[in-house]
């Protein structure tokens, strides 16, 4: 299978990172998986999809122990990003979240570290917490997930919200509810969006429409779809990747050029925002 290069999307810090990175969900849920995913997250490290990400709520944990297994000896190949859950993220409470991602993931700093959605605590509680894991050393960026326009507005009021270097939120071909507010919005302040579940954990890859393009392009409905949000300026990607056989086929949707009569099929099948729709979760 030819690869084409990696494509790139530049940070706010100026830090460049692959278009396609890995996901971890739901890894680490099932032992008789564990070594297959492994060897997916690595091979994935080989094909330049050095970003991964993850979140101390995965499998309570065990997804971050599993990634630390898979990048042991390589992490200076890796864009390591995890997650503080809401509920931790007080300026104590996110330092020490931190820190016990950091020990599963044994690893002494992320290159990220994102508020995994907005929670009952202020936000400049976290961003204090944020700051201070920076000037330990233990977080290189932060930044945000889950957050809709208007979270990124009340964001973009606090002292110290400069330095916030993406938004992790649902988008892919059936949610595409951030165009009417949220991609516009966080194109016109350049911070990039990170897609995850971005075929919709598979959900729309027999609909016709798709699988139509797929054909024309000699390939499948995941890497036509996956070749749909990376397209977006500004905007990479996290699928998972179970299997190594996943990750060959995810890597080959970077070099997919899709035409605009393929982008007019595929509006016409899944039409965008026509008002505003509230941020979508999984």
């Known amino acids: 299978m030819l690869l084409t290069t990696m494509r790139t999307v530049t940070l706010p810090s100026g830090e460049v990172i692959p278009v396609l990175g890995q996901g971890t969900w739901h890894m680490a849920e099932n032992p008789a998986f564990r070594e297959q995913e492994i060897a997916a997250l690595?091979?994935?490290?080989?094909?330049g999809m050095?970003?991964?990400?993850?979140?101390?709520?995965?499998?309570?944990?065990?997804?971050?122990i599993l990634v630390g297994e898979a990048i042991a000896r390589r992490?200076?190949?890796?864009?390591?990003?995890?997650?503080?859950l809401p509920h931790h993220a007080t300026y104590d409470g996110?330092?020490?979240a931190c820190q016990g991602s950091l020990s599963r993931l044994g690893t002494d700093h992320l290159d990220l570290y994102l508020l995994h959605w907005r929670g009952p605590i202020p936000l400049e509680q976290t961003l204090a917490g944020f700051a201070e894991l920076m000037r330990m050393g233990l977080i290189r960026h932060w930044g945000v997930s889950n957050f809709d326009e208007p979270d990124m507005r009340d964001l973009s009021q606090l002292p110290g919200s400069a330095g916030v270097q993406t938004d992790q939120v649902l988008y892919n071909l059936m949610r595409r509810g951030i165009e009417w507010d949220l991609l516009p919005w966080c194109q016109e302040y350049q911070i990039p969006i990170m897609a995850y579940s971005p075929i919709e954990q598979g959900e729309l890859l027999n609909h016709p429409a798709l699988r139509g393009v797929a054909e024309r392009h000699d390939a499948t409905p995941a890497q036509v779809a996956l070749a749909w949000v990376i397209g977006h300026d500004n905007v990479n990607a996290i699928p998972k990747m179970g299997t190594p056989g996943h990750v060959y086929q995810n890597r080959a949707a970077v070099g997919i050029r899709l035409t605009p009569n393929d982008r007019y099929v595929l509006d016409e099948a899944f039409p965008p925002p026509f008002h505003k729709v509230p941020?979508?979760?999984?």
């Open 42 to 47: 690595r091979l994935g490290l080989d094909l």
């Open 50 to 64: 050095t970003v991964v990400d993850t979140a101390e709520m995965y499998a309570d944990g065990a997804t971050e």
């Open 75 to 84: 992490r200076d190949e890796v864009f390591l990003v995890s997650k503080v």
């Open 94 to 96: 996110t330092i020490a």
């Open 279 to 282: 941020l979508e979760m999984h």
